[in-house]
């Protein structure tokens, strides 16, 4: 037993702790060179100072080849000094930043010269007169925008009256009914084709449509809004179609299991927790429209003063005013300028408004995500 017992012990041998050479302990911090802050501004400020003074000495000054010259010298001197202090993978990254930095500058340049042109020569005319006269009668200055300011609320009025229903159903009938059968794939196609048509197609549609019943010649607001509905549907389907399918499936399917039908829970579930994303997107579709000109210039026409009947006579609007008093200036050319600078100045103010609203209305509206 004694024997038996002795050969099943275990026989314990002692572990040497095994080091391997080479190794690094985790402890001890790992230190780099690094360029410093000041460094860096010093090259970005040495760059701009170095462009500049090249551009004036052979060429003509302008902020577009000031910004490319220095984005390259800034581009080229920033990876030297890094691969020189920090090395190859670093100065890589810094190579690559520099260039996304450059281009995301000169995306941005057009859009601030189009804000600073616009209210810089805008802001002149921006007085009360401006806002409650119309152009009736007017010649040299003067007069205002009244008409064209309501008569670009109707129109924008009547295309969300007509879009905004046919674009959430045919959403819903994507995303809800059609399972991807031919006429879902048939309506998602058009739907696609309509979204890049230009807006002169949509203009020229209008225009023949109300010939064939009206006769030629006829210009009301409703034949302009037709055309901007032609151009809003599209939007407004994508943008449903996306926020409803964005609804957790196990929502639809909790309401089925409870005995909803299939109508109610669309309209009790689903599209009060997508209704957030659908309002912004109906908001987008609005801004988008709203400053067309090329189709409201063939279907509602200009005029000098205000009309409030939009199924019958011309009516102007803001894109219109602006385009006329470009292209059409009396002898005195000064007050049309101003008018038009004026006019595109309130055209962006109201579209800028609207992406505010969308935004603070996904913002505040939103489904809340936690508990």
């Known amino acids: 037993?004694?024997?038996?017992?002795?050969?099943?012990?275990?026989?314990?041998?002692?572990?040497?702790?095994?080091?391997?050479?080479?190794?690094?302990?985790?402890?001890?911090?790992?230190?780099?060179?690094?360029?410093?802050?000041?460094?860096?501004?010093?090259?970005?400020?040495?760059?701009?100072?170095?462009?500049?003074?090249?551009?004036?000495?052979?060429?003509?000054?302008n902020i577009v080849g000031f910004i490319a010259l220095a984005a390259v010298i800034y581009s080229v001197t920033i990876y030297v000094a890094s691969r020189v202090v920090e090395g190859a993978r670093y100065a890589t990254d810094r190579l690559v930043t520099a260039v996304v930095t450059s281009f995301f500058l000169l995306a941005l340049l057009p859009l601030v010269s189009v804000i600073l042109t616009v209210v810089t020569k805008g802001v002149a005319r921006l007085d009360p007169e401006f806002f409650t006269a119309s152009m009736r009668g007017v010649v040299g200055e003067g007069g205002g925008i009244y008409h064209a300011l309501i008569g670009t609320l109707l129109v924008t009025l009547l295309a969300s009256i007509i879009s905004i229903p046919v674009g959430l159903l045919a959403a819903i009938y994507l995303v809800e009914y059609g399972n991807k059968n031919r006429l879902a794939r048939g309506l998602t196609f058009f739907v696609d084709v309509m979204t890049g048509i230009p807006s002169i197609v949509a203009g020229l549609f209008a225009a023949a449509l109300f010939t064939l019943f009206l006769g030629p010649g006829f210009k009301a607001a409703i034949v302009g809004a037709v055309a901007l509905t032609v151009?809003?549907?599209?939007?407004?389907?994508?943008?449903?179609?996306?926020?409803?399918?964005?609804?957790?499936?196990?929502?639809?399917?909790?309401s089925y299991a409870l005995g909803v039908p299939k109508w109610l829970t669309i309209v009790k579930v689903v599209l009060p927790t997508?209704?957030?994303?659908?309002?912004?997107?109906?908001?987008?579709?609005?801004?988008?429209?709203?400053?067309?000109?090329?189709?409201?210039?063939?279907?509602?026409?200009?005029?000098?003063?205000?009309?409030?009947?939009?199924f019958d006579g011309r009516m102007m609007t803001l894109p219109v005013f602006a385009y006329n008093s470009y292209a059409s200036p009396g002898v005195d050319k000064v007050p049309y300028m101003e008018r038009m600078w004026s006019a595109a100045l309130v055209l962006i103010i109201i579209v800028m408004v609207l992406n505010v609203i969308a935004r603070l209305i996904s913002k505040y509206f939103a489904p809340k995500s936690g508990r």
């Open 231 to 254: 151009l809003m549907i599209p939007v407004v389907v994508r943008s449903t179609e996306e926020m409803l399918r964005l609804v957790p499936h196990e929502l639809r399917e909790a």
């Open 1 to 61: 037993m004694s024997a038996l017992k002795s050969r099943t012990e275990p026989i314990e041998e002692p572990v040497e702790e095994q080091k391997f050479e080479g190794s690094i302990e985790l402890s001890e911090p790992m230190h780099r060179k690094t360029l410093s802050p000041a460094v860096r501004w010093g090259i970005v400020i040495g760059s701009a100072l170095v462009a500049l003074g090249v551009l004036l000495a052979f060429f003509s000054f």
């Open 274 to 310: 997508s209704i957030a994303g659908i309002v912004t997107g109906i908001t987008l579709a609005i801004a988008r429209v709203i400053g067309e000109t090329a189709p409201l210039l063939i279907t509602v026409g200009a005029t000098t003063g205000m009309n409030f009947n939009p």
